[in-house]
């Protein structure tokens, strides 16, 4: 089951990529201003994954990290997986950028506190995904956390700090928690050795190619 958790946790571990929209909403309008720059990057992220439901087993990961504009993105484990899980040494999770926030969920502003705004993100069309909420910081216009809720019951969370590398806001941590009617699971993350705006062959983000 630790093959599950890393899939569900690390996939999500790039749900704050570079955020770019083009929203009428004036905060979302704000986040495509963060990072002008920055098209692309590659890090290297070292987390700590475990499960707290049975067999309780935990491990220690590091992969490698690419991003490039518009939403190609891929995770390639480099040590820590256990041998069960060795087929999903490379993930290339699908995230979806803000600017087709509006193409792809009906959104809604649910809550305000004054320093951060929360949206709702319905998904128009059906799928495993029945809702997203979304935090996003006012002040940065970056999304602090994210929380994932699957028609089969399950959720994920993610939680994000930023640091400025090179000039740019980039995600420096991470912590999340997954629960599924199989298990559950927690990640702690941290994300360095930046590069900025690296030339990445599209061969990259090719399934299938390492």
């Known amino acids: 089951m630790i093959k599950n958790a890393l899939v569900a946790t690390l996939a999500v571990m790039l749900a704050v990529a570079p955020l770019k929209s083009t929203a009428a909403d004036d905060?979302?309008?704000?986040?495509?201003?963060?990072?002008?720059?920055?098209?692309?990057?590659?890090?290297?992220?070292?987390?700590?994954?475990?499960?707290?439901?049975?067999?309780?087993?935990?491990t220690d990961v590091t992969a490698n990290v690419y991003h490039k504009d518009p939403?190609?993105?891929?995770?390639?484990?480099?040590?820590?997986?256990?041998?069960?899980?060795?087929?999903?040494?490379?993930?290339?999770?699908?995230?979806?950028?803000?600017?087709?926030?509006?193409e792809l969920y009906h959104i809604s502003k649910i809550g305000d506190d004054g320093t951060h705004t929360t949206y709702r993100l319905a998904p128009r069309a059906e799928g495993n995904v029945e809702r997203i909420e979304a935090v996003?910081?006012?002040?940065?216009?970056?999304?602090?956390?994210?929380?994932?809720?699957?028609?089969n019951g399950g959720s994920a969370a993610m939680n994000s700090t930023y640091g400025q590398v090179?000039?740019?806001?980039?995600?420096?941590?991470?912590?999340?928690?997954?629960?599924?009617?199989?298990?559950?699971?927690?990640?702690?993350?941290?994300?360095?050795?930046?590069?900025?705006?690296?030339?990445?062959?599209?061969?990259?983000?090719?399934q299938g190619k390492t």
Do not use: C
């Open 71 to 102: 939403d190609r993105n891929k995770i390639e484990i480099t040590s820590g997986l256990p041998l069960v899980a060795s087929q999903f040494g490379v993930l290339y999770p699908r995230i979806e950028p803000p600017a087709r926030w509006p």
């Open 136 to 151: 996003v910081d006012d002040r940065t216009a970056t999304v602090s956390s994210m929380r994932w809720t699957y028609a």
């Open 27 to 58: 905060l979302l309008a704000r986040m495509a201003a963060v990072n002008p720059g920055l098209h692309s990057y590659s890090a290297t992220l070292k987390a700590h994954v475990a499960l707290t439901t049975f067999p309780f087993l935990a």
């Open 166 to 206: 090179q000039g740019q806001l980039v995600v420096i941590s991470q912590d999340g928690t997954v629960d599924e009617p199989a298990y559950k699971g927690t990640i702690a993350a941290t994300l360095s050795d930046y590069k900025i705006n690296p030339h990445l062959d599209d061969s990259i983000f090719d």
